[in-house]
């Protein structure tokens, strides 16, 4: 994957590429890490093993062993159709069982789906980004323009 780089060093090779000058012209703004955002990111799991491959620098990750993989279509399956259904708390708990180091993010409160009579009307038609919410936390906003 090659050196890890910095973002703030990478944000600023963009900005200069794109013909701006950096906190010049396009300022940058630090906000500190989102709900549910990594840091590192893990390649390989715990129990998974790399074996090299005929290609220099590639390697081949293999699974864990003690894992049953004949059954992930089937969970899968029964995770789709609990998502379609809303059922948070049955999605929560497909994840624990495919994937045991699951951690459920703090999120904020998670509601179940209300039958269609029963449905919020919103009164802002037009929701800004930063009202919007993912599994992983708040939804990325748009990029600050130039000053």
């Known amino acids: 994957m090659g050196e890890q780089i910095s973002v703030v060093d990478m944000a600023r090779n963009l900005i200069r590429l794109s013909g701006y000058i950096p906190d010049e012209d396009i300022a940058l703004t630090y906000l500190g890490c989102r709900?549910?955002?990594k840091l590192v990111e893990e390649l390989v799991a715990r129990r998974e093993t790399m074996e090299p491959t005929s290609v220099p620098k590639v390697l081949c990750v293999l699974p864990d062993p003690a894992r049953d993989l004949s059954q992930v279509f089937g969970l899968v399956t029964r995770?789709?159709?609990a998502a379609?259904?809303?059922?948070?708390?049955?999605v929560l708990s497909l994840l624990r069982t495919m994937l045991p180091t699951y951690r459920r993010p703090t999120l904020p409160v998670v509601q179940e789906r209300l039958?269609?009579?029963e449905s919020v009307v919103?009164?802002?038609p037009v929701p800004s980004p930063a009202d919007r919410s993912t599994v992983a936390g708040f939804a990325p906003s748009a990029p600050?323009?130039?000053?």
């Not at 379609?84 to 049955?90: C, D, F, I, L």
Request: aromatic share 0%; charged share 45%; no cysteine.
């Open 79 to 81: 995770l789709e159709e």
């Open 144 to 147: 600050h323009g130039r000053r």
């Open 84 to 90: 379609a259904e809303g059922n948070v708390s049955k």
């Open 35 to 37: 709900p549910g955002e």
């Open 115 to 117: 039958p269609e009579s």
């Open 122 to 124: 919103s009164e802002d």
